[in-house]
């Protein structure tokens, strides 16, 4: 029996309500047995044009909702862009910029936050010191890079990923417990994410102030883990953040409603 397999090419960049919709509608009415997105890295209708740099592109494409609830849909490595040679030219032109350019340490403290945590580390060792910067008001948009971001680590189902926007020796608080740290920052992460395999954080709104943010968030996932009760939960809550000179949380005060969760997690959201 021939399987019937969709092909869908583009930038996808960014992944948006107009991929989403046809790609649904076309599932509904045809029923493949496999959806394949097939992301460009040399767009046609996108010449000259800076694309999102590859590794936060795939880590965006590997948190999509879409792809984590359809086991048949599935993306391809962006085709045309980096492949291992590739990646290793980007990290010798890096090089290249921090030694004759104080522009180019400059701007990768800039965009740093968009490489994987692997990336980012080995590229702060080049150059150690100088994405430290003394006490400054909040870049909301900045910030707002950095929430976005937090929110996909969360969704990605690896706790290294949320650990990774906290500063060494950073502290995350949840409702007063603190966690110090960033093995131990992956550890609240991952008793989440074990709990909950299906998992989503949803970013609400983000309060941008002089000295600090507060995130606002959402939490839906069923309690399907080890032990788990099987009710679904959709609560809301917060994190207070403090920013520390390297551009990453070093401390985050959560708060949310402990009654109403452990209610959700007895007798589910309805109840």
Known sequence: MRSRIAVYGGAFDPFHLGHLVPTVRAQETFHFDA??????????????EDLTPVEFFQFQMRTNALFRYWENVHYQYRVGL???????????????????????????CQVRLYYSPEFMAELDSLIPGACTRGPTAMNKEIVNQLANAYTAAWNSQVPANVAAFFSEGATLS??????TGRDAIAEVAHGFMTAFP??????????????????HWTFIGTNSGPDGTGNKVHFSGYEKWTIGEDGLIAQSMGN???????????????S
């Open 256 to 270: 949310f409603d402990n009654d109403e969760y452990q209610h959700q997690l007895a007798h589910g959201v309805d």
């Open 82 to 108: 980096y492949d291992d040679v590739e990646f290793s030219k980007q990290r010798s032109a890096w090089e290249a910029s921090f030694r004759n350019s104080r522009l180019g340490q400059e701007y990768w």
């Open 35 to 48: 959806v394949y997105f097939v992301p460009s890295g040399n767009p046609p209708h996108r010449q000259g």
């Open 174 to 179: 949840v409702n007063g417990a603190p966690a």
């Open 198 to 215: 299906d998992m989503v954080l949803l970013l609400d709104k983000l309060d941008v102030q002089a000295d600090k943010a507060i995130f």
